[in-house]
C-alpha cells in the first residue's frame, strides 16, 4: 500500500507560478512511477505529466509543456509539479498518482491517488 497526499495548490493570478508537492508514504517510493493528472470541473480527468521511478524519464501533456516541470526526491519519498505560467485553464483538481510501471499517460495504470488539491487561476 501507498498512500499519497498532496499540497500546495491555491488561488493565483494568471502568469503566476505554484508548485505542487506529493508525499508518499508506505511501501518504497523508488519503486513507483508517478504520475500527475488533473481534472476540471465539468470536465474528464486528463493527464498531465509522469517521472520515472528513477526519474530519468519525464513527459508532459502538450498543454502544459514548457511550463511545468516534474521532478522527484527518492529520499523525502515525495514528487513535485512546479507549474510556471499558469493559464485559467490549468484550473483543475491536481491529483498525484503511483504506478509499478515507469509510467503511463493512462490513468487506469495506477494504483494508488490522492486525495487532490485544487488549484484555482484567475484571470
Known amino acids: 500500500q501507498v498512500q499519497l497526499v498532496e499540497s500546495g495548490g491555491g488561488l493565483v493570478q494568471a502568469g503566476g507560478s505554484l508548485r505542487l508537492s506529493c508525499a508518499a508514504s508506505?511501501?518504497?517510493?523508488?519503486?513507483?512511477?508517478m504520475g500527475w493528472f488533473r481534472q476540471a470541473p465539468g470536465k474528464e480527468r486528463e493527464f498531465v505529466s509522469v517521472?520515472?521511478?528513477?526519474?530519468?524519464?519525464?513527459y508532459y501533456a502538450d498543454s502544459v509543456k514548457g511550463r511545468f516541470t516534474i521532478s522527484r526526491d527518492n529520499a523525502k519519498n515525495t514528487v513535485y509539479l512546479q507549474m510556471n505560467s499558469l493559464k485559467p485553464e490549468d484550473t483543475a483538481v491536481y491529483y498525484c498518482?503511483?504506478?509499478?510501471?515507469?509510467?503511463?499517460?493512462?490513468?487506469?495504470?495506477?494504483?494508488?491517488w490522492g486525495q487532490g488539491t485544487r488549484v484555482t487561476v484567475s484571470s
Open positions: 498518482a503511483a504506478t509499478g510501471f515507469q509510467g503511463s499517460t493512462s490513468a487506469t495504470l495506477y494504483e494508488y
Open positions: 508506505g511501501r518504497a517510493f523508488s519503486s513507483y512511477g
Open positions: 517521472i520515472s521511478k528513477s526519474g530519468a524519464v519525464r
